[in-house]
């Protein structure tokens, strides 16, 4: 079983920069599939970022060049470096890990873009 808690989100005008944090419980983590996904109000929940136990790293489009995914499997924790926001970037942001049998959500960090 793996537990994961969202942390970071938060208010910033546009142009500003949030670091959102996604700690893991269990010893599975170096062997999990990482992702960030958000949900903005009236929206479907959609695909932010992944990065694999190995491997490369991928970004939706509307994001490519602004935020950076990235983990530390010795902290057991997954991060998202989220710069240049935009008001079209404010939405609840969820933390997802898969295993070949599994799949895990935390409970979502909001971020909201607005000045």
């Known amino acids: 079983q793996v537990q994961l808690v969202e942390s970071g989100g938060g208010l910033v005008q546009p142009g500003g920069s949030l670091r959102l944090s996604c700690a893991a419980s269990?010893?599975?983590?170096?062997?999990?599939?990482m992702g960030w996904y958000r949900q903005a109000p009236g929206k479907q929940r959609e695909l932010v970022a992944t990065i694999p136990s190995v491997g490369t790293t991928n970004y939706a489009d509307s994001v490519k060049g602004r935020f950076t995914i990235s983990r530390d499997n010795a902290k057991t924790t997954l991060y998202l470096q989220m710069n240049s926001l935009k008001p079209e970037d404010t939405a609840v942001y969820y933390c997802?890990?898969?295993?070949?049998?599994?799949?895990?959500w935390g409970q979502g960090t909001q971020v909201t873009v607005s000045s």
């Open positions: 269990g010893s599975l983590f170096r062997s999990l599939f």
């Open positions: 997802n890990a898969r295993s070949f049998s599994n799949e895990y």
